[in-house]
């Protein structure tokens, strides 16, 4: 397929009548006439040799391959957007633009929090969007980041994409303040008998893969995808969670918990800001990498006291 042959128009359209499930409401999304919109349904039926959406009784509905088609359209008129949109130069305090980051709930509290307050003061016509990822930012790296401004994640989740190295945290216990079975210190075989409450999203959990590596498999009572409910799951039961240092020191007071060592040496966590080489020479998104950098330069690296509740 000649990519110069293509309408990238058509990309658009496909976008939408995936979308809307309707011509004309699509047509009306992208500013389109009825006509104009069902001609371009019938472009696109012709180019894919299939209907991408069936009369259903007064409704349409998606093929299989309309179905399968409409997270890469959605992703793919992100890129164009992006593409597109790229300037030689950007004034930040007088510029408007819109960035979004995926991110787990930690990241946000650690470091996109303070970035959205730079941003407050440095660009006020800016709006950032953090979303929630999954596990598509593995198994399809390429078409999530391509979608996207870039991604929070620490090193072993993804590779071989730039980033912008942020901040190092490393991995701490945490149990109830008045936890009967722990004194000062938890051992391996705390970690063996003990219900836990976890992360439930390994892939941006490096260390539950290291938990398999070491040949213990948590006896799970309780997951959820935010590290910011931990402290809530494990307060006032037998309970034992990991979290990162820097964020247990931020929810102190939540919950009464202690913070432990780790009876083994976890891997240090690393956090980065991927993106797509697209982002490349995107004046706006240089701004944003040099922000974020600047921000990380500035956190508090001042470990939290082991024990604290």
């Known amino acids: 397929m000649n990519l110069a042959s293509l309408d990238l128009n058509l990309v658009v359209a496909l976008h939408a009548l995936l979308e809307e499930r309707s011509v004309t409401r699509a047509g009306r999304r992208i500013g389109l006439s009825q006509p104009a919109a069902s001609a371009a349904l019938a472009r696109l039926r012709r180019h894919f040799s299939d209907d991408l959406l069936a009369r259903k009784g007064n409704s349409y509905e998606l093929t299989p391959l309309g179905a399968a088609l409409r997270e890469p359209a959605a992703n793919a008129c992100g890129v164009l957007e992006r593409l597109f949109t790229s300037r030689a130069d950007f004034r930040p305090g007088t510029e408007q633009r819109d960035f979004t980051l995926l991110s787990s709930d930690y990241a946000i509290a650690v470091f996109g929090a303070e970035l959205a307050r730079v941003l407050h003061a440095e660009a006020p016509g800016v709006r950032l969007h953090f979303q929630n990822m999954d596990s598509r930012i593995v198994e399809a790296t390429d078409t999530v980041l391509g979608g996207v401004d870039g991604v929070l994640v620490p090193h072993g989740v993804i590779s071989g994409f730039p980033a912008v190295e942020l901040y190092r945290d490393e991995w701490v216990c945490l149990i109830s303040a008045d936890h009967p079975d722990i004194g000062e210190r938890i051992t391996m075989e705390d970690l063996v008998r003990l219900p836990w409450a976890v992360y439930r999203r390994f892939f941006d959990a490096p260390v539950t893969r290291q938990l398999g590596a070491l040949g213990l498999e948590p006896h799970v009572e309780v997951s959820v995808q935010y590290f910011s409910l931990l402290p809530n799951l494990v307060a006032g039961t037998r309970r034992v969670t990991l979290v990162q240092r ?32 697209v982002h490349g020479q995107d004046a706006a998104h240089i701004w ?22």
């Open 246 to 277: 820097r964020l247990a020191r931020m929810l102190q007071g939540i919950a009464p918990v202690r913070v432990l060592p780790c009876p083994f040496e976890a891997v240090p966590l690393q956090e980065a800001l991927w993106w797509h080489p």
């Open 288 to 309: 944003l990498r040099e922000a974020a950098a600047r921000v990380a330069a500035g956190l508090d690296d001042r470990p939290g006291p082991s024990g604290a509740t």
